[in-house]
């Protein structure tokens, strides 16, 4: 099995080593569409949505999410080039730096943040378990820990993490934990009463829906770089498009249920107390190491836009990052990054709204023989998605700001892109007409 060093960043990925079918996407995506921030995400819809409103934003934003998420995987399975390297077809050589930079700081503090996840509900579930003051359950002893577990797994690479752990195994413990805390809520909850209770009208439904459109599109600088290592585009698309719908909306859904049915309103760490009593804390305690993959994928595709920026290889690079991330979850105060992270997270929906549009419209999926320094028309058009997306959430917070700004940057690239070619005699994708 080839090594994640193999394949560099800036070049496809060769056809005989593109071996991930739909079941691999599948396992794949499933595993990321599940995850402790998941539950947390559907938490914050509960109280201001009610039942009805929250499953109901959780399966509007997912559809839409993971359509947009798995077009932008089939980029990665038409050109064999990794996310921040395919920008470059639509930005330009230059032009792709400024993101792949951004992306790197994104993901190694979004790598931290994931530590800092498990290292909480670890020390929770080990304080449960053993009581208050007990070696295990130190903050600092679970942070090295599942730092160096998503380490390994982002040194080891993409295809030896889906194939030989994912797919085998990993998949149905996931599958087995997921049905667990599903059975508990059928068994303890009165689904009639929660169904129609009526949220507190704290949160308008199109902020919800922004937030569960928001999940799936937040994978948009990474999909690429697994999905590269795809056979074909529709198993790419399908395979993608259902694990990450199925896992997203199951697990968006228990954490809107639960909250409504076993958390108290000012209770600290009351979802995450109200999963550890069910099962005996071993459900939880599955998804958390599946935890881990998230932070696998951070790291694994922040050394991967690195090495775009440095030419290392990608597996040194991934060591690096991956002490570099645990560090900062170890000694970092994360609290005030995290509006960074959200500010910087806010300019990939309308990027991918460029790319989209650039691939599947202006290029209708061809790879251009020649790739200019920059192109303007798309980095214009950028920067007209990003300035409508700080506008509506600003001014008009209730409209919600992630789709508004990723339709507005693809709608300016056709226009700019179809203006610009017919006014220098070229097709939309760059060959003389």
């Not at 085998?168 to 009463?193: E, F, P, R, V, Y």
């Not at 020649?370 to 509506?392: D, E, I, Q």
Request: aromatic share 10%.
């Amino acid at each position: 099995m080839s090594t994640p060093g193999s394949f560099s960043p800036d070049q496809p990925v060769p056809a005989a080593q593109r071996v991930f079918g739909g079941r691999d996407l599948f396992s794949l995506w499933f595993s990321l569409g599940i995850g402790l921030m998941v539950l947390q995400a559907g938490a914050l819809l509960a109280p201001g949505l009610g039942m009805a409103g929250a499953l109901l934003a959780v399966l509007l934003g997912s559809s839409i999410g993971v359509l947009l998420l798995a077009a932008a995987g089939v980029i990665g399975s038409d050109t064999g080039l990794s996310a921040m390297a395919s920008l470059r077809l639509s930005l330009g050589r230059h032009g792709a730096l400024l993101p792949a930079a951004l992306n790197l700081l994104q993901l190694v503090g979004w790598g931290a943040f994931e530590i800092v996840v498990m290292r909480d509900a670890a020390s929770l579930l080990a304080e449960r378990a053993w009581g208050a003051g007990a070696a295990w359950t130190s903050p600092l002893l679970w942070a090295l820990l599942f730092g160096a577990l998503a380490t390994l797994l982002a040194v080891s690479g993409p295809l030896t993490f889906v194939r030989k752990v994912l797919r085998q195994w990993g998949i149905w413990l996931l599958l087995g934990a997921c049905l667990w805390l599903t059975w508990n809520l059928l068994a303890k909850a009165d689904l009639a009463a929660l169904w129609v209770k009526a949220g507190d009208g704290s949160m308008p439904f199109a902020t919800g829906l922004d937030l569960a459109i928001a999940m799936p599109l937040s994978w948009l600088p990474l999909i690429a770089d697994y999905s590269r290592f795809g056979r074909q585009a529709k198993p790419v698309f399908v395979g993608t498009a259902l694990g990450y719908f199925i896992g997203n909306c199951w697990l968006m859904s228990l954490g809107v249920a639960y909250t409504l049915a076993f958390v108290e309103a000012e209770q600290a760490n009351a979802l995450l107390l109200a999963l550890a009593g069910a099962g005996m804390g071993i459900p939880l305690l599955l998804i958390l190491l599946d935890e881990s993959e998230k932070a696998f994928a951070d790291i694994h595709s922040a050394a991967v836009s690195s090495a775009l920026l440095s030419g290392l290889r990608v597996e040194h690079l991934a060591l690096g990052i991956g002490v570099l991330c645990t560090l900062i979850a170890c000694f970092a105060p994360l609290a005030q990054y995290e509006g960074f992270l959200l500010l910087i997270g806010s300019l990939f929906a309308p990027l991918f709204g460029v790319v989209l549009t650039d691939h599947f419209i202006l290029r209708r999926r061809r790879v251009p023989a020649n790739v200019p320094a920059l192109r303007w028309t798309s980095l214009l058009a950028w920067l007209g998605g990003v300035s409508t997306y700080h506008l509506l959430a600003n001014l008009y917070p209730a409209v919600g700001a992630t789709l508004p700004a990723l339709l507005l940057a693809g709608v300016l690239q056709a226009l700019l892109g179809v203006g610009f070619s017919c006014g220098q005699g070229t097709a939309p994708d760059g060959s003389r007409r």
